[in-house]
């Protein structure tokens, strides 16, 4: 039998849906939408086949935005309550680390970069593919003169370069219709927000200089 399965994706600036059957993407949306994720979700899954109904539900638990990252995990988990189904989570750099992984021409170091908000990025130097990063939060100043990576990947790329950071940019929000890029462990984690720092949002500390291998 085919499990259905439904991946909500809100912790970036998309809004990033994606209906499988099996391995098999059959409905999927994707829409920089910046704000006013809250009110377009449930709509949005309300137009995939089925009202978006499924045996399984898989959610983007962060880091991200604060406002982003609190957006899909309750919805999803009420869906999984309403449907008497499982609600798991993945990690938002993750997937961005695997859909870069999957292109042949972003081969080699790379770091992910995501914009964290209070003037920091989110960042984590990419690695084993069935390990979860080792996510990060700093200024983006001190980040850009103390981070040595030949490739940046993620929302904060372009910002990073322009503040200095050698490495060649390369946008990126994450897709929910990648989901399967990433490994099983990766993507069976609990549907809790991560929000990356503490409420204070103090920097984490940064060594002198991070080179990627």
Not at 159 to 179: E, N, V
């Amino acid at each position: 039998m085919s499990e259905r399965l439904l991946v909500i994706d809100c912790a970036t600036p998309a809004l990033s849906l994606a209906l499988f059957d099996d391995a098999a993407c059959i409905a999927a949306t994707h829409r920089e939408l910046g704000r006013g994720h809250a009110e377009a979700l449930l709509p949005a899954i309300a137009d995939l086949p089925d009202g978006g109904r499924c045996d399984r539900i898989l959610v983007d638990i962060g880091p991200g935005s604060f406002t982003g990252v609190r957006v899909a995990p309750p919805p999803a988990t009420a869906l999984g309550f309403a449907w008497g189904v499982p609600v798991q989570g993945y990690g938002c750099l993750d997937l961005i680390a695997a859909m870069a992984r999957a292109q042949p021409d972003l081969a080699g170091p790379r770091a992910i970069v995501m914009v964290g908000g209070h003037g920091e990025l989110f960042w984590a130097l990419a690695g084993d593919p069935e390990k979860p990063l080792n996510v990060r939060s700093t200024p983006i100043a001190e980040l850009a003169a103390t981070l040595d990576a030949p490739l940046l990947v993620g929302s904060g790329a372009q910002l990073l370069a322009q503040s200095g950071a050698p490495g060649q940019p390369l946008p990126m929000l994450p897709d929910a219709r990648d989901i399967l890029q990433l490994p099983p462990a990766l993507r069976s984690l609990p549907p809790k927000p991560v929000y990356g720092r503490g409420a204070d949002a103090k920097p984490m500390a940064t060594p002198a200089r991070v080179a990627a291998h």
